[in-house]
């Protein structure tokens, strides 16, 4: 099973950028897709973005289109999600996850099996 760990977050105002990268660790190699989620206090855990296998499909919910990018190196297996033009509303702790039964992407939470332990993200105004 893969095993992931988040990193890059931080304290960021409004209109800057943060790169969040995803570093997973496993037993065995197995192709996955990968997703990144956030949840902002008081709200339910939304989908942000994810990436197959290959890196060739990556998807976003519309609030982030234009602003983040999601990016993956698999030799480094390591997953990214560059955020930029931050918002207020972006406030959230970021989530990695991984569905390690398929390599395509997926914007439901439940198609994911493996989750990383999050990173807040905090953008000021």
């Known amino acids: 099973q893969v095993q992931l760990v988040e990193s890059g977050g931080g304290l960021v105002q409004a209109g800057g950028s943060l790169r969040l990268s995803c570093a997973a660790s496993e037993r065995t190699f197995t192709p996955y897709a990968v997703g990144w989620f956030r949840q902002a206090p008081g709200k339910e855990r939304e989908f942000a973005a994810a990436?197959?296998?290959?890196?060739?499909?990556?998807i976003y919910t519309d609030s982030v289109k234009g602003r983040f990018t999601i990016s993956r190196d698999n030799a480094k297996k390591t997953v990214y999600l560059q955020l930029t033009s931050l918002k207020p509303e972006d406030t959230a702790v970021y989530y990695c996850?991984?569905?390690?039964?398929?390599?395509?992407?997926?914007?439901?939470?439940?198609?994911?099996?493996?989750w990383g332990q999050g990173t807040q993200v905090t953008v000021s105004s």
């Open positions: 990436i197959s296998w290959s890196g060739s499909n990556t």
């Open positions: 996850a991984a569905r390690s039964s398929a390599t395509y992407t997926s914007r439901a939470a439940r198609d994911y099996d493996c």
